[in-house]
C-alpha cells in the first residue's frame, strides 16, 4: 500500500525557516513526480511546488518562488520542501502528493486535484509572531 508521510512542521516566527519532509513507501519512488500543496484555514487547497522524477527539475507556485526550495533524495525515498523568510500568510497545512502517471513537473500540476493518486496526511505549519 503507498503511504507519504510528511514531517518537519511546526511554529516558527515571521521571516525563520523550515524544512518539511515526505517519506514515501510502496511505490517506485524514483519514477513519479513529487508534488507540495498546502491549505490554509478557511482556504482551498494550493499547489506550492513540484519535483520531476529525476530532481532534474523543479516548478514553484509565484508565492513559493525564490523562499521555497524543493528537493528529493531518490535513495531514501524522500522529498523536501526548504521554507525560507517565511511568512504569516504561509500558515497552513502541508501536504505532499504524487501520481503513478505524472512524472514530469508539469504533467502532476495539470492533474486535478481530486485527482491525484496518492497524498500524505498533511503537517501543520504555523507562521506567528
Known amino acids: 500500500q503507498v503511504q507519504l508521510v510528511e514531517s518537519g512542521g511546526g511554529l516558527v516566527q515571521p521571516g525563520g525557516s523550515l524544512r518539511l519532509s515526505c517519506l514515501v513507501s510502496?511505490?517506485?519512488?524514483?519514477?513519479?513526480?513529487m508534488g507540495w500543496y498546502r491549505q490554509a484555514p478557511g482556504k482551498v487547497r494550493e499547489y506550492v511546488a513540484t519535483?520531476?522524477?529525476?530532481?532534474?527539475?523543479?516548478y514553484y507556485s509565484d508565492s513559493a518562488k525564490g523562499r521555497f526550495t524543493i528537493s528529493r533524495d531518490n535513495a531514501k525515498n524522500t522529498v523536501y520542501l526548504q521554507m525560507d523568510s517565511l511568512r504569516p500568510e504561509d500558515t497552513g497545512v502541508y501536504y505532499c502528493?504524487?501520481?503513478?502517471?505524472?512524472?514530469?513537473?508539469?504533467?502532476?500540476?495539470?492533474?486535478?486535484?481530486?485527482?491525484?493518486?496518492?497524498w500524505g496526511k498533511g503537517t501543520l505549519v504555523t507562521v506567528s509572531s
Open positions: 510502496g511505490l517506485t519512488f524514483s519514477s513519479v513526480a
Open positions: 519535483i520531476s522524477w529525476s530532481g532534474t527539475s523543479t
Open positions: 502528493a504524487a501520481d503513478r502517471d505524472a512524472m514530469g513537473v508539469m504533467d502532476l500540476i495539470h492533474i486535478p486535484h481530486h485527482e491525484i493518486d496518492y
